[in-house]
């Protein structure tokens, strides 16, 4: 069970800061290599980095492409499997219809 904050413990919390004011103590990085370091925190890896911004449309047509490619293989694997067992029961009946 998560730990959770009485109501009475969220308001004296509420209270202390609003007395000490701590966003007014921030201040921010003064040298030109910590706003450099402070200038990449809302950098992310992966898809939302900047080095592949150019490459987002591309990526999600990449996606909607193979997606399209599985469906399409899931149908056409559907539609063999369907004709195979009409062929077979085709052979069944003609065998059946051969041997009386």
Request: aromatic share 4%; with cysteine.
């Amino acid at each position: 069970m998560p730990y959770e904050w009485t109501e009475e413990r969220r308001q004296r919390q509420a209270e202390r800061c609003r007395a000490q004011r701590p966003w007014e103590q921030s201040t921010g990085p003064k040298t030109p290599k910590g706003k450099l370091r402070s200038s990449l925190n809302a950098l992310k890896h992966g898809r939302n980095s900047r080095t592949l911004a150019p490459y987002h449309d591309l990526l999600e047509l990449n996606a909607a492409f193979l997606l399209q490619a599985q469906i399409v293989a899931s149908m056409e694997t559907a539609q063999m499997v369907r004709a195979r067992s009409l062929l077979k029961n085709e052979l069944i009946e003609n065998q059946t219809k051969t041997t009386d």
